[in-house]
């Protein structure tokens, strides 16, 4: 796969159109089936890259999106409709994980050859103690339905949450000049991300009865 | 609409009422019944003979539901693409007969038992669905063959494969599944140019839905949605039947069992709920025979004690909404009300309070899913609109696992069109099929989630156990209806993927259906069609003797004297024909005698109101719609004039 991450064809090999991406042509809407090469950078015309420009990757999504959206080929025939239905469904897939900095990260790391979550299920050093020490104080403090706590615990949680996103990004940006010692060490942080996650959503207030406050990170 | 496009109409299907609209440049419209403009609901009832053969659809149905309880279906959506171990709750509730469809295939069907017939509730709603599909074509003097009907947004796949079933059967190529809630953020937001963030509050006779949707520049991106899809008005009712037939009990010792009482009950009820919308109190009566009369005053205070419960879990699950949304009540800056449910005060009430902002009814809530339905035909029929509609699916999709446990595939709230992909191998050697549970649902257990369906993997080439390597897609369209194909690694041969559904209908037995519902409608209806052609040429005769009377003046004495002639002729025609469709004809030909008339009595009226401009409107758009179709053009024409 190329370094760059621009593996695909230049031109609609239809009216020659310079392409956006290699499924759909701005110019004469045709479709095209994704190029087994192409990666999820290149299907939602984004350079491969972790510090992506969201905002260009969602005006860029839904661009991509109208002209391969299923409901543009209702008086279609039953192929293009199909491919139709596939293409939205790949770029969709392709969206949610280049949208979710986590994901993309998760998903840089496979390009550049694991180790995969399923490869490697270690977490770092002594993360595992220190989740067990907060659960213990979670569940004491809603035993005790002490809200200040669990609101200090949820606070303290996002606020490591965001440490380790912090050094996801850090290794992540050069993702394709890592050794195995640095690449075994992203897979670990992003293996932690998980009992983040689950640690907040059982810390989640409900949106209704709580002041203003902001959800997340 | 035009020539060029095909004519696709949408179709809100509703619990207690459907209705049909249709899109064009200037906007949705609905499509009315029979009985002039406002007839645009019809209630979702059938009603049958002894027999067993349709009788009535819509108004004169549910007429005849205190009479004939028991051969009188309504609800039918409460049914659709459910088993009866799913149907516990409305078993005792619905007067009519439901019962397991006898098989041998394992599948669990409700079927609807009228005298010696059955009905799948597909069949049923597709009576529903003819009956708005014939709308549709006398509206377009053409037939109609393409359909976007809108389902709840918590229907799972069994429930939306059986909406599509029934519009087959109905005789509609159902081109798009689209949910109620997102239809109603469609005809709310077409024309603004804001960016926002709003809710969308459904709650209908029978099911609730909330989304949580972004509308930015065309792209209607639904962000989160949740619900529950047996909570409905229907529910309000059944707390005030509750009420009286326990304190009945009470007071006389009558239990509440004969179907034409518990209808009774039901008519009664539904209507004290839609007074308590209005007033602080509703007297109640019920004459229980032999000189027992049971009498009480019920106020608003004492409905909505009881009905707490029900909307609680309405405002529960707007809160997992705004929740998976990842948004707080002040990021969403418009909360849109849908549904005849959210008439009731109480309801009203509770969502401004959690959502800190007095929710937005300026849209009819019994129309506006069928308005959205009218935009999104009219987007596919290609009327030109750069509108982009990013919808998720519902529930979790997942496989059984060893030990009974859930795969989970696909989460929900996942933009659709997704897919998933997983590898399935054999424990035998030289097995040839694999069997794949496929389930959605949100909970950890195979036995608390439902089943879709068995899909049955075949033409595996014969080789040791674990050694095929199947790759299986999951593909949910845009419609939220799920796709499965399969492919085995080593040899790339497809597999074909057998389904046997646990609640829904195979191909065939819907085709079956189709043929069944044509034949059946040439004989059954044609009597109930001619009636409706009937009653519409009467109304365009009357119309018409209106407009003689009041611009006949403008006509010569021998064109006067032609209108006046075929009008009596065509009246005396209308009571020998029975032939709908060549009365139908003769309705046409006559609309068309009339079109110089209309045209000069447009003027007659323009010339007198130069400064009625908003009437000019009116009949330009009426014109522009019927664009090259001469037959219908006369009848909105006929209307603006007259208003």
């Known amino acids: ?217 | 609409m035009t020539d060029d496009h095909d004519i696709i109409i949408g179709i809100d299907l509703g619990t207690t009422n459907s209705l049909v609209a249709f899109g064009d440049e200037a906007g949705p419209h609905l499509i009315a019944g029979p009985a002039g403009e406002d007839d645009v609901l019809l209630p979702s009832v059938v009603s049958f003979n002894d027999a067993g053969r349709v009788a009535r659809i819509g108004g004169e149905a549910r007429a005849h539901a205190v009479e004939r309880p028991a051969t009188t279906v309504y609800s039918i959506k409460r049914l659709m693409g459910k088993g009866v171990r799913d149907l516990t709750d409305d078993l005792g509730r619905l007067p009519y007969l439901i019962e397991r469809r006898s098989g041998e295939d394992g599948r669990d069907l409700a079927t609807v038992v009228i005298g010696d017939q059955r009905y799948t509730p597909p069949e049923i709603s597709a009576m529903i669905l003819r009956e708005l599909k014939t709308r549709a074509e006398r509206h377009f003097g053409r037939p109609v063959t393409k359909a976007v009907i809108t389902v709840p947004a918590q229907f799972d796949d069994a429930q939306r494969q059986a909406t599509r079933d029934a519009g087959l059967i109905a005789g509609l190529d159902v081109v798009r599944i689209i949910n109620e809630p997102t239809a109603a953020a469609l005809a709310y937001g077409l024309d603004r140019t804001e960016h926002a963030t709003i809710a969308v509050y459904d709650l209908g006779g029978g099911t609730f839905d909330i989304s949580i949707l972004r509308l930015e520049d065309g792209v209607f991106e639904v962000l989160a949605t949740n619900g529950d899809t047996h909570l409905g008005g229907d529910d309000f009712d059944h707390a005030l039947i509750d009420l009286f037939t326990r304190e009945i009990h009470e007071q006389f010792g009558v239990d509440i069992t004969t179907p034409a009482i518990k209808q009774q009950l039901r008519t009664l009820s539904e209507n004290i709920k839609i007074l308590l919308s209005d007033r602080d109190s509703a007297p109640v009566e019920i004459d229980l025979g032999t000189g027992r009369v049971y009498r009480r005053l019920i106020t608003r205070g004492e409905f909505e004690t009881m009905i707490v419960p029900l909307v609680e879990r309405t405002i529960e699950a707007c809160s997992r909404a705004v929740k998976t949304a990842k948004l707080t009540p002040q990021g969403i800056q418009q909360v849109v009300l849908v549904g005849g449910s959210t008439r009731v005060p109480f309801v009203r009430r509770r969502v401004a309070e959690v959502f800190q902002r007095r929710p937005y009814t300026a849209l009819n809530p019994e129309q506006v899913v069928a308005l959205g339905a009218g935009v999104q035909a009219s987007l596919l029929a290609g009327v030109k609109r750069d509108v982009l509609l990013l919808d998720v699916t519902p529930l979790s999709l997942g496989i059984e696992t060893l030990g009974g446990a859930l795969g989970k595939l696909i989460p929900a709230n996942t933009r659709i069109p997704c897919r998933a992909s997983e590898t399935f191998t054999t424990f035998q050697d030289g097995q040839t099929n694999v069997k794949i549970n496929v389930l959605q649902g949100e909970r950890e257990l195979v036995k608390d989630c439902r089943s879709l369906g068995v899909f049955e993997l075949q033409g595996i080439p014969p080789m040791p156990a674990g050694i095929p390597k199947i790759d299986v897609t999951f593909l949910i369209d845009q419609n939220g209806i799920l796709n499965v194909s399969a492919t085995e690694r080593r040899s790339g041969r497809t597999a074909s993927v057998q389904i046997v559904p646990s609640h829904g209908l195979t191909r065939d037995e819907v085709h079956r259906m189709q043929r069944e519902a044509l034949e059946h409608a040439s004989e059954d209806m044609a009597a109930h069609h001619l009636i409706d052609v009937r009653t519409t040429l009467e109304f365009d005769l009357h119309k018409a003797e209106q407009m003689v009377e009041r611009f006949g003046h403008l006509l010569d004495v021998s064109g006067r004297n032609a209108m006046v002639a075929e009008i009596q002729g065509l009246r005396e025609f209308a009571m020998q024909c029975t032939d709908p469709r060549r009365l139908n004809e003769r309705r046409e030909t006559f609309n068309r005698m009339t079109i110089p008339l209309a045209e000069l009595a447009i003027k007659a009226s323009l010339g007198s109101e130069e400064e009625a401009a908003g009437k000019e409107t009116v009949c330009h758009a009426g014109r522009e719609t019927r664009e090259g179709e001469v037959g219908g053009c006369v009848e909105p024409t006929l209307r603006s004039v007259e208003n």
């Open chain 1, 1 to 217: 796969m190329a370094a760059d991450g621009q593996n695909i064809p230049v031109k609609c090999l239809k009216c020659h159109v310079a392409l956006r991406t290699p499924i759909v042509c701005d110019g004469c809407h045709s479709l095209f089936p994704p190029p087994p090469e192409a990666d999820y950078f290149a299907l939602l015309g984004m350079p491969r890259t972790y510090a992506i420009d969201e905002k260009k990757l969602y005006s860029s999504y839904l661009a991509i999106a109208r002209g391969v959206h299923p409901d543009r080929f209702t008086s279609a025939s039953d192929e293009d409709r199909s491919l139709a239905t596939r293409l939205s469904a790949a770029l969709n897939q392709a969206y949610d994980v280049l949208s979710d900095p986590v994901r993309r990260a998760d998903y840089l790391l496979e390009i550049a050859g694991g180790p995969s979550a399923a490869e490697m299920r270690e977490v770092p050093g002594d993360f595992l103690a220190d989740i067990m020490t907060l659960r213990e104080e979670i569940d004491q403090a809603k035993t005790a339905q002490d809200d200040n706590a669990l609101l200090r615990h949820r606070e303290a949680v996002v606020a490591r949450r965001q440490e380790t996103r912090r050094r996801i990004a850090a290794l992540a940006e050069s993702c394709a000049d890592l050794d195995n010692r640095q690449r075994a060490e992203l897979r670990r942080l992003l293996n932690s991300m998980n009992y983040y996650d689950n640690l907040l959503t059982e810390l989640a207030v409900d949106p209704f009865a709580a002041p203003a406050k902001s959800t997340n990170d």
